[in-house]
């Protein structure tokens, strides 16, 4: 992602130039810890308010197959750029293993044809990005609440994270990898799925193979692509910067439900 | 006794039942455009209660508004204006609009503000087909002095620079902030009957005659004066309840209609309008009306005196001229 880097780069150069003196009372106070903290307080509310009227399973709109977009835009990542990924991708995927590891009471693998044979759902429902669009796809996979059941859960576990095989930035330390997490909540909601099918087809490169995520209630950057590793935490707090996600890292809220 | 300057009223009641007028007046001044008697000095009162014969012209001055008004009012202002900056800095994300429940990238779109490479960094915003040129102002505007490709210009974004995760921290605290002070004022208002008193207009100003001289009394600038003046008139009345009553409670439930967590509760949201894509551009559109409501209602404040308007929303005392019964 280069125009991501210039733009980053840019974003640094300018801050710490002369342009820095042309920054308005808004955007002096938006850089204060103590204002973030104050705004960031919403996002607390958000969630308790939307939980409350959500119950835990009330179901994301499901449309009919007429109703899905013509087109459904590639974002993020368009191919994980890594040898182990293009060799991933030449075998198409037989040499791919999904672990679920972390706080279970049994670590598993699951190959691509294990996770087929698993009882599946197919749903077609609206992908909301958070910059403002929408497209409508038919998503095939496995229940996440199914597999957890499999590989049980250790009474600490509390957030399910995704590591991907995507780094949406090249960074020395890793840290621009892509990574997710959401609660048990969302992890056992009926329609959190693993999804190995796109429109009765199996999942493109762009779209995320050989698995993503889909968590219906929130937003497109909580429906991680590349799936690699599951793991099982009580805390995100360890993971890179703590936010429990690649956008959470840079200033997205952990819950995209709005 | 309609014609009766407001102290006079109470003050030719007497010495015994001056306490219990005055006790519901007080509370009558808290809640709404009544005349300030309470607050009246003894002095003048009594001074009044001697002398029918007063003094015209005179001014004097009404408890305009209360003070749950006059503190909605004002964090109100102070939230659309974060909400507004901060929501042009959403919409820079992705300055397109669509209608139904999908749109992206390639779909139909209703509005689009864009930027053209081929012959120098040119802005446009597309009208349902029609494009119009706009460089310099939406499209592309400088950016530390070179043109750059962004809907609306940094000047109207909060941050000015591209940060849609900034962006969004805005808008949802005031955004919250927004719907509390707005459960403050419709609880205040149902409740001190604020609504039926001061806002519902009466069969009579509804009357196309009567309607159509207040629009003919705007036009020439000519407000109402004397006891016309301690009320609301039919248009501002109108104006006041269309926002209150219909684009406000839009922009918050076109708003809630964009989540994907309120539409998975409340489904009904998604039909009402029509689509997510629909809710958006019709947040988008309420957010104009508001804007062009806003200019109308400050240019009014101006022309129908500034200092008298802004003090009465400031204090709640609003200064009325009096030519006398007879004027």
């Not at chain 1, 969630?47 to 709109?61: H, S, V, W, Y």
């Not at chain 1, 698995?211 to 429906?223: C, D, I, P, S, T």
């Not at chain 2, 209360?66 to 659309?80: A, E």
């Not at chain 2, 209150?244 to 918050?252: E, G, Q």
């Amino acid at each position: 992602m280069s125009t991501f880097l210039t733009r980053r780069r840019f974003l640094i150069g300018s801050s710490l130039g002369a342009s820095a003196l042309t920054l308005s009372g808004c955007d002096l106070l938006d850089q204060n810890a103590d204002v973030a903290n104050i705004l960031r307080s919403a996002e607390q509310l958000t969630m308790k308010a939307q939980r409350l009227l959500q119950g835990r399973d009330a179901l994301a709109r499901e449309f009919d197959e007429k109703d899905i977009s013509p087109s459904f835009r590639v974002n993020g990542t368009s191919v994980p750029d890594s040898e182990e990924y293009a060799e991933l991708l030449e075998g198409k995927f037989a040499n791919w293993r999904l672990k679920i590891d972390g706080l279970v009471d049994q670590p598993r693998e699951f190959s691509l044809a294990d996770l087929r044979v698993l009882p599946s759902r197919t749903q077609i429902t609206r992908h909301d990005c958070v910059e403002g669009w929408s497209a409508i796809g038919k998503w095939t996979g496995v229940p996440l609440g199914s597999l957890l059941h499999l590989t049980g859960l250790k009474p600490t576990a509390r957030y399910v994270v995704l590591h991907c095989a995507d780094e949406l930035e090249k960074t020395l330390d890793g840290s621009g990898r892509y990574y997710e997490s959401i609660d048990l909540i969302d992890a056992v909601h009926p329609q959190t799925i693993l999804a190995y099918q796109m429109n009765g087809q199996d999942l493109s490169v762009g779209h995320g193979a050989p698995l993503r995520l889909r968590v219906e209630r929130q937003l497109g950057y909580k429906q991680a692509k590349y799936i690699m590793r599951i793991e099982l935490v009580d805390s995100f707090a360890g993971l890179w910067g703590g936010n429990g996600g690649y956008w959470e890292d840079r200033g997205y809220e952990w819950y995209a439900g709005i | 006794m309609a014609w009766f300057p407001p102290c006079e009223d109470h003050a030719v009641t007497g010495g015994s039942s001056r306490l219990t007028a005055s006790a519901s007046d007080y509370r009558s001044t808290l809640l709404g455009l009544q005349p300030l008697n309470a607050q009246m000095k003894d002095a003048e009162m009594s001074a009044d209660a001697s002398n029918d014969n007063v003094q015209y012209p005179r001014t004097i001055f009404i408890r305009r508004h209360s003070v749950v008004t006059r503190l909605t009012h004002w964090l109100n202002v102070l939230c659309l204006s974060f909400l507004l900056l901060s929501g042009l800095q959403i919409f820079n994300a992705h300055p397109e609009l669509y209608w139904g429940h999908y749109g992206a990238d390639g779909d139909p779109a209703v509005l689009t503000i864009g930027a053209d490479d081929a012959a120098g960094p040119s802005g446009f915003v597309r009208v349902v087909g029609v494009q119009i040129p706009t460089t310099g102002m939406l499209g592309v505007s400088e950016v530390d002095g070179e043109p750059t490709a962004r809907a609306f210009p940094s000047w109207a974004t909060i941050p000015s620079f591209q940060d849609l995760a900034a962006g969004r921290r805005w808008h949802f605290f005031f955004a919250w902030l927004f719907v509390i002070n707005g459960i403050v004022y419709f609880g205040f208002s149902l409740l001190s009957g604020h609504f039926r008193r001061d806002l519902a207009p009466t069969a009579h100003e509804l009357s196309p005659s009567h309607l159509g001289r207040e629009v003919l009394d705007h036009a020439r600038l000519r407000f109402p004066k004397g006891e016309e003046a301690k009320r609301y008139n039919a248009l501002q009345k109108l104006a006041y309840l269309a926002v209150v009553v219909i684009l406000l409670p839009l922009m918050v439930l076109t708003g809630l209609t964009m989540s994907p967590g309120i539409d998975a509760a409340l489904p009904a949201l998604v039909d009402i309008f029509g689509g997510r894509q629909s809710a958006r551009t019709i947040h988008f559109i309420t957010a104009s009306a508001l804007v062009i409501f806003v200019i109308v209602h400050v240019a009014m404040v101006v022309l129908s005196g500034t200092w008298n308007n802004i003090r009465s929303m400031v204090t709640g005392r609003y200064a009325i001229h009096e030519e006398g019964p007879n004027a």
